[in-house]
T-cell receptor, first 113, second 114 residues
Framework: SQQGEEDPQALSIQEGENATMNCSYK?????LQWYRQNSGRGLVHLIL?????REKHSGRLRVTLDTSKKSSSLLITASRAADTASYFC?????????????FGEGTQLTVNP | KAGVTQTPRYLIKTRGQQVTLSCSPI?????VSWYQQTPGQGLQFLFE???????NKGNFPGRFSGRQFSNSRSEMNVSTLELGDSALYLC?????????????FGSGTQLSVL
């Protein structure tokens, strides 16, 4: 079963608007990562936030982490049609060894031109 | 620098057959992980190899196996294929093994079992 649950499952917005996706997880984590997947392709790493961090920025991306609520959010500002993709959160649990990640179910983002 | 390369891109097999998928990691990366992606189960971890040793294994039956060669290239094998094995199989590499490693994914092998 998936560690994370993402909300919403699908999101459709207009170009230039902001998109916010949420992720909840169940166990204690070392870090949380966000990945993007274009249809039928591999995943691309976007950002990693460690359990002792609360917020992180990378370009138009802003990620927050609330370990007390076991949740994270990904904000994409000024969205573009090229941002259309599925977005997944992935966690590395405290009990995890190696590079094993547990992925959420993903949010399908559609940005309309 | 070349990315993670997976071959073949598409594969069609019938039930009962076996299949071998190949993954070449980014040059210098020593860890290779495999994931299965299906519409119903999402992304599920299969196994991770580091320096030719299996580091982690997910909850898949013994029909799923893998190995890593001295040049870090990896293969995964699925024997006695079942319809439910139809999926996108993704390989990911990282420089080292560890919880803070960023994974670089290939484009995947789309396996269809008829």
């Amino acid at each position: 079963s998936q560690q994370g649950e993402e909300d919403p499952q699908a999101l459709s917005i207009q170009e230039g608007e902001n998109a916010t996706m949420n992720c909840s997880y169940k166990t204690s984590i070392n870090n949380l990562q966000w990945y993007r997947q274009n249809s039928g392709r591999g995943l691309v790493h976007l950002i990693l936030i460690r359990s002792n961090e609360r917020e992180k920025h990378s370009g138009r991306l802003r990620v927050t982490l609330d370990t007390s609520k076991k949740s994270s959010s990904l904000l994409i500002t000024a969205s573009r049609a090229a941002d259309t993709a599925s977005y997944f959160c992935a966690t590395a649990g405290r009990e995890t060894s190696g590079s094993r990640l547990t992925f959420g179910e993903g949010t399908q983002l559609t940005v309309n031109p | 620098k070349a990315g993670v390369t997976q071959t073949p891109r598409y594969l069609i097999k019938t039930r009962g057959q076996q299949v071998t998928l190949s993954c070449s990691p980014i040059s210098g990366h020593r860890s290779v992980s495999w994931y299965q992606q299906t519409p119903g189960q999402g992304l599920q971890f299969l196994f991770e190899y580091f320096s030719e040793t299996q580091r982690n294994k997910g909850n898949f039956p013994g029909r799923f196996s893998g190995r890593q060669f001295s040049n870090s290239r990896s293969e995964m094998n699925v024997s006695t294929l079942e319809l439910g094995d139809s999926a996108l199989y993704l390989c990911a590499s990282s420089i080292l093994t560890g919880i803070n490693e960023k994974l670089f994914f290939g484009s995947g092998t789309q396996l269809s079992v008829l």
